[in-house]
C-alpha cells in the first residue's frame, strides 16, 4: 500500500520496531495533516534533511510571513510574528528611529520567515501528527489529522486583518492618525 492510499479504515492499528514502516505510517499521516501541497512540502523537508542546517527556502512565507503561518494553521509563530511587528512599531514611535531601520526589521522578518518557515512546519505538522497518535486510537488518525490539518484562507486573512488593526490603534493611541 502507498502512502496516498491510508484511509481511516486501513490506518494501522498498531506500532512496530520496523523504521521503513513507521516511516511510511509517519509519511502517510503527515499527507492526511498536510493536504494541500503535501508533496512539494515533503520533497522540502526531504531535501533538508540532508543538509547541515536542516533549513529550506519558503517563498510564500518570506511574501506572506504570519499570513502564511495563519493559513497554515500554525497560530502560535503567527501570534509571534504579528507580535515583533507590532512591537518594532511601538519601538519605532518611542524611540523616533529613522524608518529605514524598521524597513530593515520588516525584510529582516521577511527573510527569517523565508529561512525558517519549513522547517517550522515540518516540526509542527509532525507534532500534530505524534499529539494525534498518542490521544487517538489508530481506527481516527487519518479523519482527525484531516480534520485538523490542511489549510486556512480565513485564518490566513484574519491574521492580516488583526495586525492592521493593531497598527491602527497603535498609531492612534501614538498619536500619529
Same mark, same amino acid.
Not at 508533496?39 to 502564511?68: C, I, P, V
Not at 527573510?111 to 509532525?126: D, E, I, M, P, R
Given at each position: 500500500?502507498?502512502?496516498?492510499?491510508?484511509?481511516?479504515?486501513?490506518?494501522?492499528?498498531?506500532?512496530?520496531?520496523?523504521?521503513?514502516?513507521?516511516?511510511?505510517?509517519?509519511?502517510?499521516?503527515?499527507?492526511?495533516? $498536510?493536504?494541500?501541497?503535501?508533496?512539494?512540502? @515533503?520533497?522540502?523537508?526531504? *531535501? %533538508?534533511?540532508?543538509?547541515? #542546517?536542516?533549513?529550506?527556502?519558503?517563498?510564500?512565507?518570506?511574501?506572506?510571513?504570519?499570513?502564511?503561518?495563519?493559513?497554515?494553521?500554525?497560530?502560535?509563530?503567527?501570534?509571534?510574528?504579528?507580535?515583533?511587528?507590532?512591537?518594532?512599531?511601538?519601538?519605532?514611535?518611542?524611540?523616533?528611529?529613522?524608518?529605514?531601520?524598521?524597513?530593515?526589521?520588516?525584510?529582516?522578518?521577511?527573510?527569517?520567515?523565508?529561512?525558517?518557515?519549513?522547517? $517550522?512546519?515540518?516540526?509542527?505538522?509532525?507534532? @500534530?501528527?505524534?499529539?494525534? *497518535? %498518542?490521544?487517538?486510537?489508530? #481506527?481516527?488518525?487519518?479523519?482527525?489529522?484531516?480534520?485538523?490539518?490542511?489549510?486556512?484562507?480565513?485564518?490566513?486573512?484574519?491574521?492580516?486583518?488583526?495586525?492592521?488593526?493593531?497598527?491602527?490603534?497603535?498609531?492612534?493611541?501614538?498619536?500619529?492618525?
Amino acid at each position: 500500500m502507498t502512502t496516498s492510499q491510508v484511509t481511516p479504515s486501513s490506518a494501522p492499528t498498531s506500532t512496530s520496531a520496523d523504521p521503513l514502516r513507521e516511516q511510511k505510517i509517519q509519511r502517510a499521516l503527515l499527507r492526511a495533516y $498536510v493536504d494541500k501541497n503535501y508533496e512539494k512540502y @515533503q520533497r522540502m523537508w526531504d *531535501k %533538508a534533511e540532508t543538509k547541515k #542546517s536542516r533549513q529550506s527556502w519558503n517563498w510564500a512565507a518570506f511574501f506572506l510571513s504570519f499570513s502564511w503561518f495563519a493559513y497554515r494553521k500554525m497560530y502560535v509563530p503567527a501570534a509571534i510574528w504579528i507580535a515583533l511587528i507590532v512591537g518594532e512599531t511601538i519601538a519605532s514611535m518611542v524611540f523616533g528611529y529613522a524608518e529605514r531601520y524598521s524597513s530593515v526589521f520588516s525584510l529582516g522578518l521577511a527573510f527569517g520567515a523565508g529561512q525558517v518557515g519549513n522547517t $517550522v512546519y515540518a516540526l509542527h505538522s509532525n507534532k @500534530q501528527v505524534d499529539q494525534v *497518535k %498518542a490521544a487517538l486510537p489508530s #481506527s481516527h488518525w487519518v479523519s482527525n489529522l484531516r480534520s485538523k490539518g490542511g489549510v486556512s484562507w480565513l485564518a490566513g486573512i484574519g491574521a492580516f486583518v488583526i495586525l492592521i488593526v493593531l497598527l491602527i490603534t497603535v498609531m492612534a493611541l501614538g498619536g500619529k492618525l
